[in-house]
């Protein structure tokens, strides 16, 4: 209890998307994109990049490119107002 996890998420549309999470001074990272997908989770005791799983790859992908759809959607919104 009492713990903070910060997070910073970069999206490039149509390329992939990186999560950097923060957790009590650990960096958990994870980079997808269209062909595959890798993560950095030392409090899992991964020290070096490891591929994920196809599924969640698609998984990952399929929430990502629907957080992107709002975006544009809600950035013309905001343009032509």
Known sequence: ?????T???TMLVGKGFKNV???NGQ?????ITPTGGWM?????GQTDAQA???DQVNQHSR???SVAIFLIIKQKEVRSS
Do not use: V
């Not at 950095?40 to 899992?44: D, G």
């Open 40 to 44: 950095i989770n030392p409090l899992a």
């Open 63 to 65: 929430h990502w490119i």
């Open 1 to 5: 209890m009492g713990s903070t996890l």
């Open 52 to 54: 994920l799983p196809d």
């Open 27 to 31: 960096e958990i990272i994870q980079c």
């Open 7 to 9: 997070s910073i998420s």
């Open 21 to 23: 999470a923060n957790f």
